[in-house]
């Protein structure tokens, strides 16, 4: 058995870039910075920065390029892949990228960074006409005023109103 899974929680370092394919095909590309801390020898906290070429496909890809922008913290989810090719110098070059295959938005709705709204985005079993998922935690407001839990026992304390979904 073979596994090639990548999640990356990170910030968008650009806003997606999305393009369409010959055959009609949405794809868009962007790039994550994720941080490393740790302490040295020396009791010193040191970082290191990753960047991570994010590649997404489909519906997916019209998603982020409509709701993702330059700081918005995301969670992504796919697999690695490594391109090659020939450059004009003759050398062989190559790149590593995340085929990305579910996006969660990390940031509140409307304030740019650092709040959880957990807007999660797949491109698994969705068809041209199906809307995304969407999850809201159980303390976030929804869109309009209305919170998500109802003071009244009638059963439906998680019940999503689809006027109530952003998109």
Known sequence: MDLNKAMIIGRLTRDPEVRTTPQGTSVANFSVATNFVWMDQQGQKQEKVEFHDIVVWRKLADICGQYL??????????????????????????????????????DRAGSGQGQNSNQNFSRQ?????EVPTVQVDEDTALPGGNDQKSD????????????????
């Open 69 to 106: 922008k330059k700081g918005s913290k995301v969670y992504l989810e796919g697999r690695l892949q490594t391109r090659d090719w020939e450059g004009q110098d003759g050398v062989k070059r190559y790149r590593t990228e995340i085929i990305a295959d579910n996006m969660i938005m990390l």
């Open 152 to 167: 009244n026992n009638s059963g439906s304390d998680e019940e999503i109103k689809i006027e109530n979904i952003p998109f």
């Open 125 to 129: 079993n969705k068809t041209e006409n």
